[in-house]
């Protein structure tokens, strides 16, 4: 897993963007909120994403999974390395971090974002 590798698996995702923010972290989000974080320079973590709170809780009982810098208060956990976890698991967390974040935008937005999504070819 690498960073290329993580944008190509949140960039599948409809209507997510990426941003560089904080000097090196490449954010992704949907709808304007961030569902997923990984810095382009070295750091302690490489990778940071929102989970529920019966996943926080069991993702940071397991080695290499760490509450997330700053973030961990809205349930966000870090990868310490990126052996950490399989990646189809990281594929398929990334996936619900996505679905959470979009969960919690307005509907309106929500609404927006369907629409834009009709008549698109996948």
């Given at each position: 897993m690498d960073v290329e590798w993580i944008r190509r698996v949140c960039m599948a995702?409809?209507?997510?963007?990426?941003?560089?923010?904080?000097?090196?972290?490449?954010?992704f989000k949907i709808g304007g909120k961030m569902f997923a974080a990984a810095p382009l320079e070295p750091a302690p973590?490489?990778?940071?994403?929102?989970?529920?709170?019966?996943?926080?809780?069991?993702?940071?009982?397991?080695?290499?999974?760490?509450?997330a810098p700053y973030s961990a208060r809205a349930h966000w956990v870090a990868l310490e390395s990126e052996?950490?976890?399989?990646?189809?698991?990281?594929r398929?967390?990334?996936?619900?971090?996505?679905?959470?974040?979009?969960?919690?935008?307005?509907?309106?937005?929500?609404?927006?974002l369907q629409a834009g999504q009709k008549g698109r070819k996948v």
């Open positions: 995702f409809p209507h997510a963007t990426e941003q560089v923010l904080w000097g090196a972290d490449l954010v973590v490489c990778l940071s994403f929102k989970c529920t709170p019966e996943q926080f809780a069991e993702l940071t009982e397991r080695p290499g999974v760490i509450p052996d950490a976890l399989p990646r189809a698991e990281i398929e967390l990334l996936g619900q971090s996505y679905g959470l974040v979009l969960a919690r935008l307005p509907k309106k937005r929500q609404a927006e």
